[in-house]
């Protein structure tokens, strides 16, 4: 007699300006099956995000996002009955009891204080399983008084603070950038692509910084983002992709001498690589991170300006950071939970099942 695959739904946040928890849900998916590859994987994503045409998972396409299609998502987790839905910052409340009326342990992820109020909603804390607040304790704040008393009174766990979730970086650089090897190299990333601030593009910035920063001995590595439309020509100094599989970005980041990043999931991996950081806020919810980043000592912010982002390029090359803090990869507390959360009982070393 066999026994039917666990099914896992992933309803990420997908559009076409961020990207950061579609490519956090693909790190944890890709993970999984890795650790285990009878699991039937399945993507709820609007169908506009450019991320779409391309998930490697079954993937189920919306017009819009989750949190607007209300009874479409309802309707189409009561037909999967999933054993596991994973919503990352998105969905409604109806839609997680959905879930759990559908029988499946459901999952919300967070990853500032508006996302996480949610995640303490009572009409939808009352169907949560579990909550990752996938971002640093110090900059999010512990549980508040009112928080720890809405969990006594539903009976409910204590959210994991997981930090910030990505792949574990290889210890050779992929071969497509052997021309790195060996030398100074900085990465430069804004975000997924689209983000823009008083209508300059957050990428062409970047990498109007990049040109003036890099040289043929210390060049820069430019990731645009898989929402950024534009051409970015690449020069002797500075090497233009459009994006990267999560673990050859991870691997490229842990041997630079300088990260320079938006203020979103790319800042908090580099963080946890211990790595020499300039960090520009470039989306509504970063301002505060990034400050209190900087405030720690993590990080070097900048504004979205070409000037203010090459002085502080160079104050962090003359200068580079040395954090003291370590912090534990979240991608192995996410999939000892998931794990949990269907009754199985592996445990994880690097990624991989003991």
Known sequence: MTTAARRIVFLPVSSPKGIGEYMRSLIIAEALIQADPTLDIQFVLNRHAPAAASCPFKTHLL????TKEKAVVNQLIAELRPDLVIFDCSGRASQARAAKKAGAKVVFLSQHKKKRAKGFALRRLSA????????????????????????????????????PVFSAPLAELPGEFSQFAGKAYSVWAAGGGGHQVQGRSATEEFYQAALAV???????????????????????????????????????????????????????????????????PVAGDQPDRVLACAAAGLIY??????????????????????????????????????????????????????
Not at 130 to 147: N, R, Y
Not at 269 to 278: E, R, T, W
């Open 301 to 354: 912010p900048a504004t979205l300006a070409k000037a203010d982002i090459v002085a502080q390029c160079h104050k962090a090359m003359q200068k580079p950071l040395q954090p003291e803090q370590q912090f534990e990869p979240g991608l192995q507390l996410v999939l000892k939970d998931i794990f949990r959360l269907l009754g199985r009982s592996e445990a994880f070393s690097k990624g991989q099942p003991a």
């Open 128 to 163: 949560l399983d579990a909550h990752w607040i996938v971002q640093f304790k110090f900059v999010d704040g512990d549980l508040t008084a009112l928080e720890r008393f809405k969990l006594r009174l539903l009976n409910k766990d204590e959210p994991i603070f997981t930090g």
């Open 63 to 66: 017009n819009n996002s989750a």
């Open 214 to 280: 890099a040289t043929p001995e210390q060049p820069a590595l430019l990731v645009a983002g898989g929402n950024f439309t534009g051409e970015l020509p690449a020069t002797d100094s500075v090497t233009v992709v459009k994006s990267l599989p999560n673990q050859q970005l991870m691997t490229l980041l842990n041997q630079a001498v300088l990260i320079v990043s938006g203020g979103g999931d790319m800042m908090g991996q580099a963080i946890v690589l211990g790595k020499n950081i300039v960090a520009v």
